[in-house]
């Protein structure tokens, strides 16, 4: 049985009918799955991705466990949901969707690479499942404090430009002291926020022992 679509693939009601196999998809939704999230922006729906594999059926696998990689970048979606059958997924693009948290990856336990800027997200968190993630991209969200990363012990690369970091009444080193949590750490891009103390270059980079590249 062949793994993506084919031109000679159709769907019959709820079945896939492929070169003599008809088979159910009802692990996708019900047509009148609620598309709507709680504050009325669009859902990701099961359906949804049924949608989405149907159309890009170049692209991807209509198993959702065996794709690598997923582009759901301007959608509009205020949530993570549905993620937990994309277990071998390694590379997430969700930039500019206005997000408003980092839960609901935390099945995605092979993710390599997580690019969530653009977003309106204020609490580093849900990441404690990714022990394989290298980089991370958080730039132009809400944080103001670093945190979560303890987990991710293959991280190299994070970046957090145009953030609130140093906003937090604690002050920027206090801010910051979640990147100590995280040794590995080779390249951090922290542009654009509110570090201010002097302090800091003592207090947490000299003491990040993996550091080579440094935007501040």
Same mark, same amino acid.
């Given at each position: 049985?062949?793994?993506?679509?084919?031109?000679?693939?159709?769907?019959?009601?709820?079945?896939?009918?492929?070169?003599?196999?008809?088979?159910?998809?009802?692990?996708?939704?019900?047509?009148?799955?609620?598309? @709507?999230?709680?504050?009325?922006?669009?859902?990701?729906?099961?359906?949804?991705?049924?949608?989405?594999? %149907?159309?890009?059926?170049?692209?991807?696998?209509?198993?959702?466990?065996?794709?690598?990689? &997923?582009?759901?970048?301007?959608?509009?979606?205020?949530?993570? #949901?549905?993620?937990?059958?994309?277990?071998?997924? %390694?590379? /997430?693009?969700?930039?500019? =969707?206005?997000?408003?948290? &980092?839960?609901? /990856?935390?099945?995605?336990?092979?993710?390599?690479?997580?690019? $969530?800027?653009?977003? $309106?997200?204020?609490?580093?968190?849900?990441?404690?499942?990714?022990?394989? /993630? #290298?980089?991370?991209?958080?730039?132009? =969200?809400?944080?103001? @404090?670093?945190?979560?990363?303890?987990?991710?012990?293959?991280?190299?690369?994070?970046?957090?430009? #145009?953030?609130?970091?140093?906003?937090? @009444?604690?002050?920027?080193?206090?801010?910051?002291?979640?990147?100590?949590?995280?040794?590995?750490?080779?390249?951090?891009?922290?542009?654009?926020?509110?570090?201010?103390?002097?302090?800091?270059?003592?207090?947490?980079?000299?003491?990040?022992? =993996? /550091?080579?590249?440094?935007?501040?």
């Amino acid at each position: 049985m062949t793994l993506r679509s084919h031109d000679d693939d159709r769907v019959n009601g709820d079945y896939i009918e492929s070169r003599g196999y008809r088979h159910r998809h009802n692990y996708y939704g019900e047509e009148e799955e609620d598309m @709507k999230d709680i504050d009325g922006s669009p859902m990701m729906t099961n359906r949804f991705f049924w949608e989405l594999f %149907k159309k890009e059926w170049k692209k991807y696998y209509r198993t959702p466990s065996l794709n690598e990689k &997923l582009y759901l970048h301007f959608k509009g979606f205020s949530y993570i #949901r549905n993620m937990e059958q994309f277990t071998g997924l %390694k590379c /997430l693009y969700f930039e500019g =969707n206005g997000c408003k948290s &980092l839960k609901g /990856l935390e099945h995605c336990i092979e993710m390599r690479s997580l690019f $969530m800027q653009e977003n $309106m997200i204020k609490v580093m968190e849900g990441l404690d499942t990714m022990p394989e /993630l #290298r980089q991370l991209n958080l730039s132009e =969200n809400m944080i103001e @404090k670093i945190e979560g990363l303890e987990k991710c012990i293959q991280l190299d690369t994070i970046h957090l430009k #145009r953030n609130r970091i140093g906003r937090c @009444k604690e002050g920027s080193i206090e801010a910051c002291k979640g990147l100590l949590a995280r040794p590995s750490l080779h390249c951090v891009d922290l542009q654009d926020n509110y570090i201010e103390e002097q302090e800091i270059i003592d207090e947490i980079f000299v003491k990040m022992p =993996n /550091l080579k590249v440094l935007y501040c």
